[in-house]
């Protein structure tokens, strides 16, 4: 069965009483983006504490595994994936995606500290590639190829092909034991558990005490050009 990002929680948590939704697909909404992260209006409308140490991310509990989900989920990504995308990519088992994806993590361009989002990366990208990407920012675009050559994308399709692509993956995987894709899911994620807890449980901090206050945020997005370029 097909799903678009929910805004919620809830919507993924829910997912697991559903017992005829044996394998998910994550995809967006037409072809320009699969995700762009969240808005920066909606962002400034999450009341925040004012200690560093108790900050609400709002994308924090999007991904299906920090809604206890080990159904598989596959990402069918067709345009752009940045930013706030990576929370959804991140807890996915794979990505399939169209020719014209780009990836790419615009915080440091515009003095935010980008350190959910590494986190996520960093657990399937080598290390070099997640920093690069996150620290050129805006100025380049990881393109679908090298997203393949660097293990990211498992899968490239025609433009257009991706979800289709991740739709009969899915299907297949559906068709097994339940039992059995369940547990081999969460006996993979075992594997990179403790080391992923400890770096997103140092996230928020790093996000607070690293970025910029949210009126030179909004300066520098205002002043940017839009140049970048493709690798």
């Known amino acids: 069965m097909t799903r678009a990002p929910g805004r919620r929680t809830a919507k993924a948590r829910g997912l697991r009483y559903e017992d005829g939704i044996r394998a998910i697909v994550v995809t967006g909404a037409g072809g320009r ?3 762009t992260g969240i808005d920066r209006d909606d962002a400034g ?3 925040q504490p004012s200690s560093p140490y108790a900050l609400d991310d709002p994308l924090l509990a999007i991904g299906p595994k920090a809604d206890d ?3 598989p989920v596959i990402a069918a990504v067709e345009g752009m994936a940045c930013g706030g995308a990576f929370y959804l990519l991140g807890e996915a088992e794979f990505l399939v995606a169209g ?3 780009a990836f790419f993590d615009p915080h440091t361009t515009y003095g935010m500290a980008s350190a959910f989002e590494t986190v996520h990366m960093a657990q399937r990208m080598p290390f070099g590639e997640v920093v690069r990407m996150a620290l050129m920012g805006s100025a380049e675009r ?3 190829r090298r997203a393949y050559e660097t293990g990211l994308v498992s899968e490239v399709t025609p433009a257009g092909g991706a979800l289709a692509a991740a739709r009969a993956a899915a299907a297949v995987i559906a068709s097994y034991p339940t039992g ?3 547990g081999t899911v969460r006996a993979l994620w075992s594997a990179k558990e403790a080391v992923r807890s400890q770096a997103l449980a140092q996230a ?3 996000v607070t005490l690293g970025s910029l206050p ?3 945020q909004a300066e520098l997005l205002r002043r940017r050009a839009t140049g970048y370029r493709t690798r």
């Open 33 to 35: 983006a699969f995700c």
């Open 45 to 47: 409308r999450v009341p």
């Open 69 to 71: 989900l080990w159904k």
């Open 99 to 101: 020719e014209t994806a």
């Open 142 to 144: 990881v393109s679908v």
């Open 180 to 182: 059995a894709v369940q």
């Open 204 to 206: 928020p901090h790093l």
């Open 214 to 216: 949210a009126e030179r």
